[in-house]
């Protein structure tokens, strides 16, 4: 039964656009609490920030929103963002 469900689930994500499968993956991630590495680089430009026991939210406006373990408002383009949970 578990690798039924687990079939119907990964039918529907193939059936999905590579952009409705990031808008997916961008809500799970506003809603999950977490220790997250957070990479920005664009160009010779990289940046990282740590996020201990909380989130990285999203809004309609293309970035990410997040507190970085300094207790610093972080607000960084999706595009060249990227999420890792630690």
Not at 7 to 36: I, M, P
Not at 60 to 70: H, M, R, T, V
Request: glycine fraction near 4%; aromatic fraction near 14%; proline fraction near 1%.
């Amino acid at each position: 039964m578990k690798l039924l469900k687990l079939f119907l689930v990964l039918v529907l994500l193939t059936a999905c656009t590579q952009d409705q499968q990031n808008k997916l993956s961008r809500k799970v991630v506003e809603f999950l609490d977490g220790d997250y590495l957070v990479t920005y680089a664009n160009g010779s430009t990289v940046k990282t920030w740590t996020i201990k026991n909380g989130k990285v939210t999203t809004a309609d406006k293309g970035y990410y929103y997040f507190w970085d373990e300094k207790k610093h408002y972080v607000q960084t383009p999706i595009e060249n963002t990227f999420i890792e949970e630690m």
